[in-house]
């Protein structure tokens, strides 16, 4: 450095106090330096510990919570093979969970479809709490809840083993907070017959989490074990959002570090840059449901002490150097009056007058270095200046490319309606509004050798990470029904892509068929989508029989199933996403199946155009300005 190079003799320090000085300088530099890094040391150590410490005994309650679940519904379900002779005893088994355990508000004996000839295609004995804490029962399946395609029995069966679900508003009163723990139940030959289940509220989760207190200015947040938002300050994030989805863009190694840790149930700290200053984050997982658990605290905070004490080293600093100051009064003097022009410059720097002239310094001294530095800062301010404006109109190149990808993205599914105007045997009509400026959501069609090839789909998430898997969607969909003719072949295709390298975990729901216009014979295949919903000539509204095939991109040469149908002339088939019936009102009621047959049969007698536009009419009525959460898709067609 240039200074190492000025002289002893020549520096102000040696013309002031050279023999006090540096002895004083030199012990309190070290002092001050040592003592503040051995306390931030220490401090983030305890800070640390008790962070952990507070995280380890959460965690050890919810654990308790979740282990009490699992033995209380071990403990009933040996109940079950010895009444399977008397299916409403079923009733009384569930009944029994929920006098004896408290912390459960809902269990359920699901069997497998016609399991007993006598009770129907569903029986599932169900025993819930009502708004009055009295435990209630009815029989839980029906065609409008169709339980053997939810995931609580789905994945339960697949993966043969007890399953805690991810966290989920249930549809019903209050739209509280819940997850259920399901267990198989198999026979003498290891056959499964009924999944055992009990579900658990999660509201004392949030109040659990939320009481943690670890330091005064932190907060707490739990993600699932698909790193969606469980418990947030920011409650619009809770199951809206992911660790992924709301840090997009965000390439801090540290938040990179963390997203790992938590999909993959690992205990860590970080420290992180958010914006308004760095946070250290501590985390922990739990190791039943590997959901994890995460304390937030600004380091600012941490560090608060080792500041003051920081500050009371300084002050007795500026105290020693002031008593020097007046103890080489006289020297100082000579230097004074430069110092007060660098001041005057300084200030002329501040009201923006970034070219102001220097003093003259002759000297090769400390005030040859300031004279450089404020130099060096003329220059730096100017650089800084033509740098933001550079950032904001790169800002407004960001908001431009999004409107532009709204574009593209809008361009990338079939928008002329009605399709096919040229064809007397065939009505089409779809429309896709996304909730943010990019969405998820995603149709397409075309006719190849009198066949109609049509899909809808729902990507999870939002945002511009949904909009890239629905762009690859659409493209492989086309792609691949060029040389595929079977649904379930398809939408296998389809599947192993998008699982191939997905650490994201994102998925894709669909509906994929195939309508033979000269039959009506159709070929269909779903993943894991909304049952679409048969409108016959007599006004009647049905939901397609489908099979509870898994969501596109979870699991990597998944078989898949596919199904046949007759369409009669004169049907309608309406394709919708979970936009449309999931859709909320301001108190945060949602649209609901009911509401929509409703709809769907008052229009019956109309064309496929007038049903779209009026369910988008509904549905907007309905929300009464509410925001938007999800994107909304509905294609029907009609086979003439």
């Not at 330096?33 to 051995?38: A, C, D, E, I, N």
């Not at 003498?188 to 989490?209: C, K």
């Not at 691949?480 to 699982?499: C, F, G, M, Q």
């Not at 070929?523 to 919903?533: R, S, T, V």
Request: glycine content about 6%.
């Amino acid at each position: 450095m240039k200074s190492s190079k000025i002289k002893f003799k020549n520096s102000i320090s040696g013309r002031l106090t050279l023999r006090v000085l540096i002895v004083s300088a030199l012990i309190f530099t070290l002092t001050f330096t040592l003592f503040v890094r051995m306390a931030a040391n220490k401090v983030r150590e305890e800070a640390t510990k008790h962070a952990h410490s507070e995280l380890s005994n959460t965690i050890h309650q919810i654990d308790a919570v979740l282990n009490a679940v699992e033995t209380a519904v071990q403990n009933t379900a040996w109940l079950v093979p010895y009444r399977l002779s008397s299916p409403d005893f079923m009733y009384d088994i569930t009944e029994r969970l929920l006098q004896n355990n408290d912390f459960i508000c809902g269990s359920a004996v699901a069997f497998e479809p016609d399991y007993y000839a006598s009770e129907g295609h569903y029986f599932s004995p169900y025993s819930y709490r009502d708004a009055n804490g009295e435990i209630k029962s009815k029989q839980l399946g029906n065609d409008a809840y169709d339980y053997h395609y939810m995931d609580w029995y789905q994945i339960s069966k697949l993966l043969k083993e007890p399953y805690w679900s991810e966290p989920y508003y249930d549809d019903g009163g209050g739209e509280m907070m819940m997850t259920t723990y399901s267990m198989p139940l198999y026979d003498e030959f290891g056959y499964l017959y009924a999944i055992i289940t009990a579900d658990l509220s999660l509201e004392w989760l949030t109040e659990l989490v939320g009481d943690i207190k670890a330091f005064d200015k932190s907060f707490n947040l739990m993600v699932s074990r698909n790193a969606s938002y469980i418990v947030h300050p920011d409650r619009n994030l809770i199951l809206n959002e992911t660790i992924f989805s709301s840090t997009y863009g965000d390439d801090d190694e540290s938040l990179k570090k963390m997203q790992d840790d938590m999909v993959h149930c690992r205990a860590g700290e970080v420290l992180r840059d958010m914006g308004d200053g760095k946070y250290f984050v501590f985390y922990s997982p739990v190791e039943t449901t590997c959901w994890s658990v995460a304390i937030v605290c600004p380091r600012s905070e941490l560090y608060l002490g080792v500041k003051k004490m920081r500050d009371v080293l300084i002050i007795l600093g500026v105290m020693a150097l002031l008593l020097m100051i007046s103890m080489s009064y006289n020297g100082i003097r000579k230097v004074v009056s430069p110092v007060e022009d660098f001041s005057d410059v300084a200030k002329k720097i501040a009201q923006g007058e970034f070219n102001a002239e220097l003093p003259q310094i002759n000297s090769e001294d400390e005030l040859k270095e300031l004279h450089d530095s404020f130099e060096y800062l003329q220059t730096s301010l100017v650089q800084y200046i033509d740098e933001l404006k550079a950032t904001t109109a790169n800002k407004e190149r960001i908001e431009s490319e999004l409107r532009i990808a709204h574009a593209i993205q809008m361009g990338m599914i079939p928008k002329s309606f009605p399709a096919f105007p040229e064809r007397d045997d065939l009505m089409l009509t779809a429309k896709l509004v996304p909730a943010k400026e990019v969405g998820g959501d995603l149709y397409d069609f075309f006719i190849e050798n009198e066949k109609l090839y049509f899909m809808i789909g729902d990507v999870s998430g939002k945002g511009i990470p949904a909009s890239l898997v629905m762009a690859v969607t659409c493209r492989l969909f086309r792609s691949v029904a060029s040389h595929l003719d079977k649904p379930e072949e398809i939408i296998t295709s389809l599947n192993d892509s998008l699982s191939d390298g997905n650490e994201s975990n994102m998925f894709c729901t669909a509906f994929l068929g195939i309508l033979d216009l000269k039959t009506g014979h159709l070929d269909y295949c779903n993943a894991g989508h909304n049952a679409p919903l048969l409108i016959d000539s007599d006004g009647n509204v049905s939901a397609m029989e489908v099979i509870p095939n898994l969501p596109l991109g979870l699991f990597e040469g998944f078989p898949y199933q596919g199904q046949e149908a007759t369409i009669t002339k004169g049907t309608m088939l309406y394709l919708f996403t979970d936009g449309v019936n999931e859709a909320e009102n301001n108190v945060m009621e949602q649209f609901g199946d009911d509401r929509l047959v409703s709809l769907l049969k008052s229009k019956a007698t109309c064309g496929p155009d007038e049903i779209t536009e009026s369910t988008f009419a509904e549905v907007q009525r309905y929300a009464d300005g509410a925001d938007q959460s999800d994107d909304i898709t509905v294609m029907c067609l009609k086979y003439c």
